[in-house]
């Protein structure tokens, strides 16, 4: 089945380390996007990009970075990590081709822990 | 920036009883409502969305409503089950056009057998 495939899983590093997360899909989809989930915050939108030159800031972009190597992948850099970027993060696409809002498809997602 | 209020954070049910989720929006031009469930561990999972041209939308126990005029939508699980027990979210489209989704904080429903 097509997915969206998210790695590491896990991860814990420490204050200051560089951190990329990574993120594939074998859906075909153009869109893909960079969330954080934190208890009780709900999904908060880091970066999205619609294709492979096409990269935008979310809401909560400050500190991260992102590279959209080719249209199935979308990563996700923290450069000097913080322990308030704590979180599960989560990589999803959508499908253009559908029409204009479309589902999202989630990954599995990434626990990073900073210490 | 455009909101998505989410309540209540907690719900417990009894098995069999029924669940409702509200949200509420701000951006008048949202016009895509998806809902996700998120069991422990896992990934979001859409289970309906609705369209501002529609009023209601059904699939076997999960129903959504939609009041564009008030500006809010509303998740309702009936005969309730112990495999509903999750998170869930809601989400509404930003009027903008830029297919970005603004999430409410979520909801953890546990139903008690």
Same mark, same amino acid.
């Given at each position: ?14 204050? /200051?380390?560089?951190? &990329? ?10 869109? &893909? ?20 030159? @096409? ?7 400050? /500190? ?30 959508? @499908? ?20 | 920036?455009? =909101? ?24 008048? *031009?949202? =016009? ?9 561990? !896992? ?9 501002? =041209? ?12 939609? =009041?564009?005029? $008030? ?14 027990? *999750?998170?869930?979210?809601? $989400? ?7 297919? !970005? ?11 008690? $057998?």
């Amino acid at each position: 089945d097509a997915d969206v495939t998210q790695t590491p899983r896990n991860r814990i590093t420490k204050t /200051g380390k560089r951190i &990329m997360l990574e993120c594939s899909q074998t859906k075909g989809h153009d869109r &893909m996007y960079w969330y954080r989930q934190d208890p009780g915050l709900g999904l908060r939108l880091i970066y999205y990009s619609f294709d492979v030159k @096409d990269i935008n800031k979310g809401e909560i972009s400050d /500190g991260y970075s992102v590279s959209r190597q080719a249209q199935a992948k979308f990563s996700l850099s923290l450069e000097s990590a913080i322990p308030n970027q704590t979180a599960l993060y989560f990589c999803a696409t959508s @499908d253009p081709r559908l029409g204009s809002n479309q589902p999202q498809h989630f990954g599995d997602g990434t626990r990073l822990s900073i210490l | 920036g455009e =909101n998505v209020e989410q309540h209540p954070s907690t719900l417990s049910v009894q098995e069999g009883d029924s669940a409702v989720i509200k949200c509420t929006y701000s951006d008048s *031009a949202s =016009n895509y409502f998806p809902w996700y469930k998120q069991e422990l561990g !896992k990934r979001p999972q859409l289970i309906i969305d609705i369209r501002s =041209n529609v009023g209601e939308k059904k699939d076997q126990r999960i129903a959504v409503t939609l =009041n564009k005029t $008030a500006k809010h939508f509303s998740l309702h699980i009936t005969e309730t089950q112990p495999e509903d027990s *999750a998170v869930y979210f809601c $989400a509404a489209s930003d009027g903008s056009g830029t297919y !970005k989704y603004i999430f409410g904080t979520g909801t953890r429903l546990k139903v008690l $057998a």
